[in-house]
């Protein structure tokens, strides 16, 4: 299960009986691991909508079966008062005047402090019109990709 939010994600890495070579060997994965595990992310490119409300988008390069990983997306965990964008005038009066533009890309829940924002080559760019969706999130059932 995934942390409440970004200081339960802390302690949980400050648990960790693990060092940082023994984490950063976790991450890298040999040929022969990629060939039996790995998911390929050349399913879609970054164009240009031939809609004109719709500007840049992500297109497959390949048909894509009902229930098909179209990418795999792995998240960076952003606390969501990072994101927020300050103004300071000159009565030293210190406003909230917005959020970073990053906030549109990640993924949450309005009541938790935690973001998620998906990471991979143009996953991102992932859209729909919103009245009929051909496409969906899910979290990997795969126990590969959550060790």
Known sequence: ?????????????????MSPNDLAAQSTRS???????????????????????????????????????????????????NLELYYQDETETIDLMGHQLLQNYCYGHEKSSLLLFPYSPVVNLINHKGESPNAYIRWSSSHTFHS
């Open 1 to 17: 299960t995934l942390p409440d939010n970004v200081d339960d994600a802390k302690e949980l890495y400050a648990s960790s009986k």
């Open 31 to 81: 040929m022969e691991w990629l060939e039996r595990n790995g998911l390929c992310v050349d399913n879609i490119v970054e164009g240009l909508s031939t809609l004109p409300e719709a500007g840049r988008g992500a297109f497959t390069t390949r048909a894509i079966r009902k229930g098909q990983v179209i990418a795999p997306a792995p998240v960076a965990h952003i606390h969501r008062k």
